[in-house]
């Protein structure tokens, strides 16, 4: 199995044993030889419950370490899934980049790495590389499903979503379609991400064979009820849609199926400055309606530039710091797609 090769080239080993029977607590070992620690390493939370035969399911959130929500709701669901819950085993990685989560960074304080752009990572790279590497190439494989939390983290908010990159292949499509709806988020998208190519964690599970699902859950760097509560129910109904936990789970709620496409559906800011926005989340906005102002507040008397949206859309995500550099994303938008 690819599973025993890539394991042993990774330096990275799990305490616990991701196939047993039961439920077990543990850590993911990552070897960082420091001042303060000559053979330290660094314990990323790892959890494995399994009742028998079943799907095999991967639950991640951390990948970035300030987007918080889904971070809250797994570490609710390990406390109160038991073996008698369901039927499969079920791996969850709540801090994936762990250094990251534990200084409330989107990329890591040890090297910078963004462990979302960082797949398929690199055995013998930075410790962001090699928590990549051992993700793709030892956890992945042998899943059936794997679900990605994130959230707009300290510099974007959205509306709660769920997403997953448009799939070539139709059966596979339909397969994710299903897991969107049954996570319930007020809006779920699809965009046209790379897959086989990419650097993300969907674009992993995609390699690995495995069906893969995001979100997007609030962000700026807050934790709302309304936020955790998509978060918790959605991830409770997909784990049953799969056929993983038995028993009741919270009603179905509808979703709005959109998608998101090229460059035209984002604005980002001319210059630095100060950014006003004129719209707010959850807004239907039109092709050269007003989208935001940025003011030079080093010269006041100077005129803010305007900028405009380039096409018709859903506001699903705003930018929060007002201060802003040529570049900074502002919003981007999405447009209804058939169901």
Known sequence: MPRT?????????????????????????????????????IPIPIVRIRNGEGPNVLMQAGNHGDEWEG?????????????????????????????????GRRTSPIDEGNLNRSFPGDAEGTITQQIAYWIEHALLPGFDYAFDFHSGGSSLAYIPSALAPRQDDPPRMEKVVGLLKAFGAPVSYVAAAPQGGGRTFTSAAYRQGVIAMGTELGGGGLVTPASLKVAEDGMRR??????????????????RLTEIGGDDYYVYASDGGLFEPLVELGDE???????????????????????????????????????????????????????
């Open 238 to 255: 997909v784990l049953a849609h799969v056929g993983l936990l038995q028993g009741p789970v919270p009603p179905p709620t509808p979703t």
């Open 285 to 339: 906005v039109t092709a050269g309606q007003p989208a935001a102002r940025i003011h030079v507040h080093h010269t006041p008397w100077r005129e803010p530039q305007l900028l405009r949206f380039k096409r018709d859309g859903l506001v699903l995500c705003k930018r929060i710091p007002a201060r802003c550099e040529r570049g900074d994303c502002l919003f981007h938008l999405a447009t209804d797609i058939a169901a």
């Open 5 to 41: 090769e890539f394991s042993a080239m990774s330096r990275l080993t799990a305490d616990i044993d991701l196939h047993a029977e039961g439920k077990e607590t543990g850590f993911v070992r990552v070897p960082h030889s420091v001042h303060r620690s000559a053979y330290g390493w």
């Open 71 to 103: 971070q809250i709701a797994l570490g609710n669901l390990i406390r109160s899934l038991q073996p008698k819950d369901i039927r499969g085993r079920l791996v969850i990685l709540p801090s994936a980049n762990f250094p990251a989560a534990m200084e």
